[in-house]
């Protein structure tokens, strides 16, 4: 999945929420302005929309978890206090993460890689 710069994911996501007006001139102006965006940044639907297994798969298959620990304590900064302490936690996690845990260490994972850090 391609990702977008928050500039522009801030803007598509209030395009996108004026899909809701009352207004049918309104909605349509703000999905044309939303395509424009997309198209203009070199990217389809398709890149912006996955479904969920499309984005956990990678890590899934790889069960490397302790990489993906060891890439979000290095952005530790840009987490909140919750995030993490379970980050920190998971640095010394002696046996294998449950679904839940696995599940919350990707969404950190993938925020931060979404938010640009690499």
């Avoid at 940044?41 to 978890?65: C, K, M, Q, V, Y």
């Amino acid at each position: 999945m391609t990702r977008l710069d928050t500039q522009s994911a801030e803007r598509l996501a209030k395009l996108l929420g004026m899909l809701g007006s009352n207004s049918d001139g309104e909605r349509a102006n703000a999905a044309r302005m939303a395509d424009q965006l997309v198209r203009g940044l070199g990217l389809t639907w398709s890149d912006i929309i996955a479904p969920p297994d499309a984005i956990t798969a990678p890590f899934e298959a790889r069960h490397d978890w302790r990489r993906t620990a060891e890439y979000c304590h290095r952005y530790r900064a840009a987490l909140n206090d919750r995030d993490r302490a379970f980050i920190a936690t998971m640095l010394t996690w002696r046996g294998t993460p449950s679904e839940r845990q696995q599940q919350w260490l990707n969404d950190i994972y993938f925020r931060l890689h979404c938010a640009g850090h690499q």
